[in-house]
């Protein structure tokens, strides 16, 4: 039952993987429409906030029992993460930004280990340190080994905010008033978005973009069909399939797990939108698979954080994809 359960754990992972390493695919060709970034990050994250908001109304309890909680997650788990990947983006090459934000499961280990005290698992170590192999080759590390020391700082603080998910995640947990997990992540979105409309200013955006057609590869959709994946698919469904799926997996896998959204991004990118992967870019992503399945091989340490938020990946995923254009 227990064998079941993970496995059941682990499909809809790679259910929930597959919708976030989507988005890319889909927001891409809205940014060579002409539509900033920004403006797209920006309305994912209160598109999403808007079909969670009567999860918010129904868990608005929370607001009273649990503010700090809900204001930490929303700013660094939300806003935090896409904020530092930006301002990283914009001093040091794409990849070696991409690459730097996924150093988030490896911190997370380091914290449950060297701060929390609390064992990681050999399998989880090892899972996390090979696929961190075959991210440095997905986003071909080399092609951009002369870097700004400001960019990597911001690049690690991207991905100090992804490993703070988690433990905020612990956080919310401590104690008899556990809080429910989708209130969460609802209250999370409607926090980030407020916090991404002071940085991305949406009332500078083209709404005529929104309102015509947009190219992906071959073949034209109307942008605000591009504009419903990204949020209804790649955010909202990728959220909640993923909160269900990490009940059943420990956070070390969990996050191990999610550096699988890249190599899936890459792989659409290739199939849907043309853009053809090199040999070292299937090289790495043989390795992250292989990460993630030594990873999941694991059993639970009792690392003492929640699964119920694990789940959840990073916010900032649809303009990875579109930055290596």
């Known amino acids: 039952m227990q064998a079941s359960g993970k496995n059941a754990g682990l499909g809809l992972a790679l259910v929930s993987a597959v919708a976030f390493g989507g988005s890319g695919v889909a927001a891409k060709p809205l940014i060579e429409a002409g539509l900033d970034p920004l403006h797209m990050v920006w309305l994912r994250v209160a598109g999403a906030a ?9 868990h608005r309890d929370l607001v009273r029992r649990k503010p700090f909680l809900l204001a930490g997650f929303g700013l660094v788990a939300v806003a935090g993460v896409q904020a530092f990947y930006f301002a990283s983006l914009s001093r040091i090459p794409v990849g070696v930004a991409l690459l730097l934000e996924y150093l988030g499961p490896a911190l997370l280990l380091g914290y449950i280990r060297f701060v929390q005290r ?4 050999r399998a989880a170590a090892a899972g996390a340190a090979v696929a961190v192999v075959g991210l440095a080759c997905v986003v071909e590390i080399w092609a951009g080994l002369s870097l700004d020391l400001l960019g990597v700082m911001l690049g690690l603080a991207a991905a100090c ?18 809080p429910d997990p989708l209130g969460v992540i609802a209250y999370g979105m409607i926090v980030g978005t407020l916090v991404m409309t002071v940085i991305a200013r949406p ?15 071959d073949t034209t959709l109307p942008a605000l069909v591009l504009l419903g994946w990204v949020v209804l698919i790649a955010t909202v469904f990728a959220y909640l399939t993923g909160v269900v799926s990490v009940r059943r997996l ?34 790495g992503g043989g390795l992250v698979l292989g990460g993630a399945f030594i990873a999941q091989s694991s059993r639970s340490a009792g690392a003492g954080i929640p699964v119920e938020l694990v ?3 990073d916010p900032a995923e649809p303009d990875r994809v579109k930055a290596q254009a």
């Open 311 to 313: 789940g959840a990946v």
């Open 50 to 58: 808007l079909v969670l908001s009567p999860l918010a109304w129904r």
């Open 118 to 121: 609390k064992p990681v698992t």
């Open 161 to 178: 905010c992804q490993a703070c998910y988690f433990v905020f995640a612990d956080q919310g947990a401590d104690g008899d008033d556990v």
């Open 250 to 283: 420990s956070p070390q896998v969990a996050g191990v797990v999610a550096c699988l959204e890249a190599v899936i991004a890459t792989v659409l990118a290739w199939v849907l939108l043309g853009e053809h992967l090199s040999t070292w870019q299937i090289v």
């Open 203 to 217: 009332w500078q955006i083209d709404w005529q973009v929104l309102g015509g057609q947009a190219a992906m590869g």
